[in-house]
C-alpha cells in the first residue's frame, strides 16, 4: 500500500498537474490525499471571496470522490501566501499526521506566487518533519518521505529534470471528469481570464476542458521531447504525459522504489 500526498497552492492544481498518477493510484487501491493550501478565495470575477471559499471547497470534495481520494482545502487566502512558518510549520504537521510514502507539489520556481510559496515551503519542511523539537506537539517522522515535483513548462532558473515519465492515456477520461468538477474555475472563470470561449451544455464542456487539457500534454510532450525519445516515447500528438523531478532535499529511492510510487513509469 502506498500512501500519496499532494500539496497544491490551490483547488485544481493537483488534477492539471498529476491528475494522472492519482488517479492510477487510487485505481491500484492505494490512499491518497489533496491538500489545496489556499482557500481559493481570488479565482472568480464575479462570486464574493466568502462565497468562493465554500464553493471551491464542495468542488475540491466532488473531485475527490470522483476518484475515491480525500480532497482538503485549508485557510490560507489564495493569493496571499507566502512560505511563512505558520505555512512551513502546517504542512510539517500534516506530513506527519499522514505519513506520506510520496509527497507531490509545485516547484519553487513558477509564475503563481502561490505556487512557488508552496513548493519552497515543502522544501523547507522536507528535513524538520524528522527533527523531534520543530512541531513538539506532533511525532517527528524517523526518515523524510520522497518529495517529487508536479511537471511545469519553465526554464528559469532551470527545466526540471524529468526523473519520471509516465504516459497517462488510459487515466485521461478520469483526469477530465475530476477536473470538471471545478465548475467555476474551468467554466467561469478561465473564460473570463483568459478571453476562451466555452460551451454552454455540459456536454460539450466535457468535450472542450478534454481538448483544452490535452493542449497542455501536447505542449508538456514537445518541451520534454529529448527525454521522451530518450525512454522510447513517440512524439504522437494524442500522447498523454505527465513528468516528475525528485527532490534532492527530502528522501531518496532507488529504481525499485521510484517503480511502487510511479506505477508505470517509463
Known sequence: MVRVLVFGAHPD???IFAGGLLVRHCNLGNTVKIVSVTDGRSGHHAIESEQLIKV???EARA?????GAEYVTWDF??????????VREAIIREIRAFKPDLLLTHRPYDYHPDHRAVGTAVQDASYLVTVPHICAETAALRKD???AYMPDLFTRPCKLRADV?????????????MTACHRSQLFEWLPYHDGIAVPESNEDRLVWLADWLAGWHRKRAQFFSTELVARGLHLDKDLKLEVFEVSEYAGQADLD??????????
Open 13 to 15: 492544481d493537483a488534477e
Open 165 to 177: 515519465v509516465m504516459e497517462i492515456t488510459a487515466e485521461f477520461d478520469t483526469v477530465v471528469q
Open 257 to 266: 522504489r521510484l517503480r511502487q510510487l510511479f506505477p508505470g513509469m517509463q
Open 63 to 67: 473531485a475527490g470522490e470522483r476518484i
Open 56 to 58: 471551491r471547497r464542495a
Open 145 to 147: 518521505p520522497v518529495v
Open 77 to 86: 487566502p489564495d493569493g496571499s501566501l507566502t512560505p511563512s512558518i505558520e
